[in-house]
């Protein structure tokens, strides 16, 4: 039986299956001339038998296997035209449908070492960054942008869907590089800026903060506000322990941040909770994927190309051994 994904591209080449026999008997037969031989009293016979002369050929005639090895050298070529082949499935590409926009807190909070990673005690912004390099490393096909913020907000990377460089671009930020302060309004806004002069309609917001707003131009709720309206989802992080000493983080105010944009707010503690944390996010914005308009084919139309030269140079060789061998009878 025939494999389910095989298919004939040009079906409709077998309709020349009965051309030879439609040839052969509409055209009329080959006359080829050949030497004869005189005969003087030819005339004279004609007369004493009353006859006429008239002409004639002598058709060669094939016997039927010949016939039929002739005819499946045709249907093999003809399927040959045909062109038979196995189609594959259609391959996955990655489908490059969202913007997704990582604004992280460098204030000087940041640089606190109460986290540690692989038995090392590391600040909290070099714990997040190694953990970050590993979620921006699985967001094939996301446009990814950077956007670091202190008591100023600036761009770190436009959208790219280059994500070495995006990884190249947070190595280069340290702590402290944008103040002090913590304006958390501020850099929601320049991040709603930034999904503005861009085309794709799918705009993701990640925030990440250990501290509370600082800020007095912009309050965080009401640049969350702009936000929904622009149709940008904000996931928030809070990084530290809320109830240990020293922390100001507002929780509050970041829970409200992701309920107002339809989305979720995550406390990470620890480098091990924030790898979850990424986790839950690659399944709360999964990479999409659509299929190729190609479909990959093996062709295998050598197959009967290949049987009708074997049978072809089978039948010459049938033919001269059977000649050899008339000559031979007949000597």
Do not use: C
């Not at 449908?97 to 992280?104: D, G």
């Not at 990640?206 to 640049?223: H, R």
């Amino acid at each position: 039986m025939l494999p389910e994904n095989f298919e004939i591209a040009y079906p409709w080449v077998f309709w020349l299956l009965p051309l030879p026999i439609l040839i052969y008997f509409i055209l009329p037969p080959l006359r080829l001339k050949s030497a004869s031989l005189y005969y003087p009293l030819f005339a004279k016979a004609q007369e004493y038998t009353g006859e006429k002369a008239r002409k004639s050929a002598l058709i060669k005639r094939r016997n039927a296997l010949v016939w039929l090895i002739m005819m499946v050298i045709w249907a093999s070529l003809l399927a040959a035209l045909s062109s038979p082949q196995l189609i594959g499935e259609p391959e996955l590409k990655v489908k490059t449908s969202r913007n997704f926009l990582i604004v992280a807190d460098i204030s000087f909070s940041m640089a606190t070492k109460d986290w540690v990673v692989d038995g090392k005690r590391q600040s909290r912004w070099d714990a997040v960054k190694s953990v970050m390099h590993d979620f921006i490393d699985k967001r094939e096909g996301d446009r990814m942008g950077l956007i670091f913020f202190g008591s100023a907000a600036y761009v770190q990377a436009p959208f790219t869907p280059d994500l070495g460089v995006v990884n190249q671009l947070l190595d280069e930020a340290d702590v402290g590089f944008a103040g002090q302060m913590t304006n958390i309004g501020r850099a929601i806004i320049k991040g709603v800026e930034m999904f503005d002069n861009d085309t794709l309609d799918t705009k993701v917001m990640l925030v990440l903060t250990d501290g509370v707003d600082g800020g007095q131009d912009v309050l965080p709720l009401d640049a969350a506000d702009m936000a929904a309206q622009d149709s940008v989802m904000i996931y928030t992080i809070g990084i530290g322990n809320p109830n240990g000493s020293g922390s100001d983080l507002d929780e509050k105010t970041l829970k409200e941040i992701a309920e107002m944009t339809n989305a979720q707010y995550f406390l990470g503690t620890d480098a091990e909770e924030l790898e979850g944390i990424y986790d839950e996010l690659d399944k709360l914005e999964p990479i999409e994927y659509e299929e190729e308009s190609y479909k990959p084919s093996t062709l295998l139309y050598y197959y009967p190309l290949g049987f009708a030269l074997v049978l072809a140079l089978g039948n010459i060789f049938l033919l001269e051994v059977w000649g050899i061998f008339k000559k031979m009878r007949n000597p």
